[in-house]
């Protein structure tokens, strides 16, 4: 049983605040219809119940890592700075304000769930205030009271959505849910007017007509960073096809598009270029006390937003909204000197991080059902890189310096909404549309993992002599042509072309090698169409994204090896190495087809060994 006695023993005022007078301290009990499963979404999507609960918009600026708000309400200027949030999953929620200006000094807020029964949870709220006078004294024993009504409303509309069947909030970790303001509309009809020339690009108007009433239905807030992927998921279209219809759309004037670079602890975002070629080749994050490489293959996010000639978007905050923003993180919570801290947590199987806030290395905690400690002892002996338990573990900490610890519990999964460079960079659209986008020429991006494929014409110098150059010249573009047709065909960008070679870049082996099967099947010696002959190789790895004469190129080993297996490959042949051959999709493909090949060893003299290279005669 929880009391207002139990939350100031657990959260004892602090000797700075009650010098500066005699605190308000406010308790509430609230029995509700749902779980806290089911209300959690809502209730940390603060920004969203703050605006439910009749509070003002509120401004927000970041100032050395800090947040500094100011709202107008009753009449009166308020300023504060907003003390970091703190949160542990399906538990506690709270947060607290220092007032540069308003009623009180400080104000704090606590937020306890508890279970129910299997279908109810209580819901308990405190809130404390120190008053700035003895006139805001009376003004606020008078106003706080009544939120009681305030959060009881709240609570029984979230409560009638969910008994509704109405889908939860779908979180966006850079943004927060709120509700519909009246949108700042410059010229609407400007998206009408490009529908034809959408839908002549080969974009369904199924397609356009869903994206573009849901742009007039939407918030700021919501279009302040227009994510394809959570765009595909709500209106439930092809990811791909929101893609082409955001590039185009880009080039038509209704949207545009940025590279914001990302923290990698709490994935905010920390600057947005409208160029790729500005990127820095570090970041730095002030709230989570971190610098880091932009280069990874996680830092940047491609997002979309509206022409500001289309709609003037806007934040509308009505919160910090820090818990709704940052998702993944399950727990963050400030530890005193020399103080220790344990909890139960509520985390099923997965793989988490724990870290100290200003730390860039972390402790992984893989939670499953088959292993049997139930402790996670954080302690300053613990030296442990992997700790393994049983899914709701018990969490120890202790802090043995003098200074306040912010300790963090995270998933480790990647953002699933995000789209990374390296995605885009697999488009020709992208490509085609946006070829004056270029690296910084002293950058270099990890992409990933990518599918490497050349052609090369064989035995191109006999064939210039017995086509003549404008018959050769002729011929070599359209090969040209109907290379770069397969590899669009087979999802694949072409890189470049470099003399009459072509490099080009699949997500996946098993494209690449059915890409490099029709290309073969079309320059073959049967067709008569083409005097033509090509031999193709294949490798994958991981690659860098390059600036080369001012376009994306593509470097590293993994370009290198590719480009050398050419060696060993002939005419109609198509080889390619070890790794392809291993790759589980390419293996099936070979059996169904009962694809024979041709097992070459590949010397490699710069790194004294020798390879595999698998050749098949097509």
Same mark, same amino acid.
């Given at each position: 049983?929880?009391?207002?006695?139990?939350?100031?023993?657990?959260?004892?005022?602090?000797?700075?605040?009650?010098?500066?007078?005699?605190?308000?301290?406010?308790?509430?009990?609230?029995? =509700?219809?749902?779980?806290?499963?089911?209300?959690?979404?809502?209730?940390?999507?603060?920004?969203?119940?703050?605006?439910?609960?009749?509070?003002?918009?509120?401004?927000?600026?970041?100032?050395?890592?800090?947040?500094?708000?100011?709202?107008?309400?009753?009449?009166?200027?308020?300023?504060?700075?907003? @003390?970091?949030?703190?949160?542990?999953?399906?538990?506690?929620?709270?947060?607290?304000?220092?007032?540069?200006?308003?009623?009180?000094?400080?104000?704090?807020?606590?937020? %306890?769930?508890?279970?129910?029964?299997?279908?109810?949870?209580? @819901?308990?709220?405190?809130?404390?205030?120190?008053?700035?006078?003895?006139?805001?004294?009376?003004?606020?024993?008078?106003?706080? $009271?009544?939120?009681?009504?305030?959060?009881? /409303?709240?609570?029984?509309?979230?409560?009638?959505?969910?008994?509704?069947?109405?889908?939860?909030?779908?979180?966006?970790?850079?943004?927060?849910?709120?509700?519909?303001?009246?949108?700042?509309? %410059?010229?609407?009809?400007?998206?009408?007017?490009?529908?034809?020339? =959408?839908?002549?690009?080969?974009?369904?108007?199924?397609?356009?007509?869903?994206?573009?009433?849901?742009?007039?239905?939407?918030?700021?807030?919501?279009?302040?960073?227009?994510?394809?992927?959570?765009?595909?998921?709500?209106?439930?279209?092809?990811?791909?096809?929101?893609?082409?219809?955001?590039?185009?759309?880009?080039?038509?004037?209704?949207?545009?598009?940025?590279?914001?670079?990302?923290?990698?602890?709490?994935?905010?975002?920390?600057?947005?270029?409208?160029?790729?070629?500005?990127m820095p080749s570090k970041d730095q994050c002030d709230v989570c006390e971190i610098d880091f490489d932009t280069t990874g293959v996680n830092s940047i996010e491609v997002t979309f937003h509206i022409h500001p000639s289309v709609r003037i978007v806007e934040k509308q905050l009505y919160c910090a909204a820090e818990p709704a923003t940052k998702q993944h993180i399950l727990l963050t919570k400030k530890i005193g000197g020399k103080k220790s801290f344990s909890s139960h947590l509520l985390i099923g199987s997965g793989v988490y991080r724990l870290r100290k806030k200003g730390e860039k290395k972390y402790t992984l905690v893989e939670s499953k059902q088959s292993h049997n400690q139930t402790d996670i002892l954080w302690l300053p002996e613990t030296n442990e890189e992997e700790i393994k338990v049983s899914p709701k573990p018990n969490l120890v900490f202790e802090n043995d310096s003098d200074q306040d610890v912010t300790i963090v519990l995270?998933?480790?999964?990647?953002?699933?909404?995000?789209?990374?460079?390296?995605?885009?960079?697999?488009?020709?659209?992208?490509?085609?549309?946006?070829?004056?986008?270029?690296?910084?020429?002293?950058?270099?991006?990890?992409?990933?993992?990518?599918?490497?494929?050349?052609?090369?014409?064989?035995? /191109? +110098?006999?064939?210039?002599?017995?086509?003549?150059?404008?018959?050769?010249? =002729?011929?070599?573009?359209?090969?040209?042509?109907?290379?770069?047709?397969?590899?669009?065909?087979?999802?694949?960008?072409?890189?470049?072309?470099?003399?009459?070679? @072509?490099?080009?870049?699949?997500?996946?082996?098993?494209?690449?090698?059915?890409?490099?099967?029709?290309?073969?099947?079309?320059?073959?010696?049967?067709?008569?169409? +083409?005097?033509?002959?090509?031999?193709?190789?294949?490798?994958?790895?991981?690659?860098?994204?390059?600036?080369?004469?001012?376009?994306?190129?593509?470097?590293?080993?993994? @370009?290198?090896?590719?480009?050398?297996?050419?060696?060993?490959?002939?005419?109609?042949?198509?080889?390619?190495?070890?790794?392809?051959?291993?790759?589980?999709?390419?293996?099936?493909?070979?059996?169904?087809?009962?694809?024979? =090949?041709?097992?070459?060893?590949?010397?490699? $003299?710069?790194?004294?060994?020798?390879?595999?290279?698998?050749?098949?005669?097509?």
């Amino acid at each position: 049983m929880i009391d207002l006695n139990t939350i100031l023993q657990k959260y004892p005022w602090e000797e700075t605040w009650k010098s500066k007078g005699k605190p308000i301290d406010c308790f509430w009990e609230f029995d =509700l219809t749902v779980t806290r499963e089911e209300i959690w979404p809502y209730l940390i999507d603060t920004s969203s119940f703050n605006k439910r609960i009749g509070l003002p918009k509120f401004q927000y600026e970041e100032k050395d890592g800090k947040l500094i708000g100011k709202t107008k309400q009753a009449g009166f200027h308020l300023e504060w700075v907003e @003390v970091p949030w703190e949160w542990e999953y399906l538990k506690e929620v709270g947060n607290a304000r220092i007032y540069q200006k308003g009623f009180a000094h400080y104000i704090r807020l606590k937020i %306890i769930l508890e279970p129910l029964g299997e279908s109810r949870c209580k @819901v308990y709220v405190y809130l404390g205030a120190i008053p700035r006078n003895f006139f805001t004294r009376k003004i606020l024993n008078i106003a706080l $009271p009544k939120l009681k009504e305030s959060f009881q /409303s709240g609570f029984d509309q979230i409560t009638q959505e969910i008994k509704r069947g109405k889908p939860k909030i779908q979180f966006n970790p850079t943004k927060e849910v709120s509700f519909i303001p009246d949108a700042q509309w %410059i010229h609407p009809e400007k998206l009408n007017q490009q529908i034809p020339i =959408l839908t002549q690009k080969g974009i369904s108007k199924d397609t356009i007509s869903k994206v573009f009433d849901w742009i007039k239905t939407s918030s700021d807030n919501t279009l302040d960073r227009i994510r394809i992927k959570q765009v595909s998921r709500i209106l439930d279209i092809d990811p791909d096809e929101i893609l082409y219809l955001f590039l185009h759309g880009c080039r038509l004037g209704i949207f545009t598009l940025s590279w914001d670079i990302v923290c990698p602890h709490c994935r905010g975002v920390r600057t947005s270029l409208t160029k790729l070629g500005d990127m820095p080749s570090k970041d730095q994050c002030d709230v989570c006390e971190i610098d880091f490489d932009t280069t990874g293959v996680n830092s940047i996010e491609v997002t979309f937003h509206i022409h500001p000639s289309v709609r003037i978007v806007e934040k509308q905050l009505y919160c910090a909204a820090e818990p709704a923003t940052k998702q993944h993180i399950l727990l963050t919570k400030k530890i005193g000197g020399k103080k220790s801290f344990s909890s139960h947590l509520l985390i099923g199987s997965g793989v988490y991080r724990l870290r100290k806030k200003g730390e860039k290395k972390y402790t992984l905690v893989e939670s499953k059902q088959s292993h049997n400690q139930t402790d996670i002892l954080w302690l300053p002996e613990t030296n442990e890189e992997e700790i393994k338990v049983s899914p709701k573990p018990n969490l120890v900490f202790e802090n043995d310096s003098d200074q306040d610890v912010t300790i963090v519990l995270e998933e480790r999964s990647e953002d699933q909404d995000s789209l990374r460079p390296t995605e885009i960079f697999n488009y020709q659209e992208f490509r085609d549309l946006f070829s004056e986008e270029a690296i910084a020429t002293n950058l270099q991006l990890d992409i990933g993992v990518k599918t490497i494929l050349f052609t090369d014409i064989v035995g /191109s +110098t006999k064939f210039y002599e017995t086509e003549g150059d404008h018959g050769a010249f =002729l011929q070599v573009r359209e090969h040209f042509i109907k290379t770069n047709q397969i590899i669009q065909n087979f999802r694949g960008v072409v890189v470049k072309t470099i003399g009459d070679a @072509v490099m080009a870049s699949f997500s996946s082996p098993l494209q690449a090698l059915k890409a490099a099967k029709e290309m073969q099947e079309w320059f073959h010696p049967e067709n008569q169409h +083409t005097p033509v002959r090509i031999r193709i190789s294949i490798h994958t790895g991981n690659c860098l994204a390059v600036n080369l004469n001012s376009n994306i190129d593509y470097f590293g080993n993994t @370009v290198n090896y590719t480009a050398k297996i050419q060696s060993v490959t002939g005419s109609g042949e198509i080889a390619f190495s070890e790794t392809i051959f291993r790759d589980r999709d390419i293996r099936e493909y070979l059996r169904q087809g009962e694809i024979k =090949l041709k097992k070459l060893d590949f010397p490699l $003299p710069w790194a004294d060994r020798t390879d595999f290279v698998y050749i098949w005669k097509v």
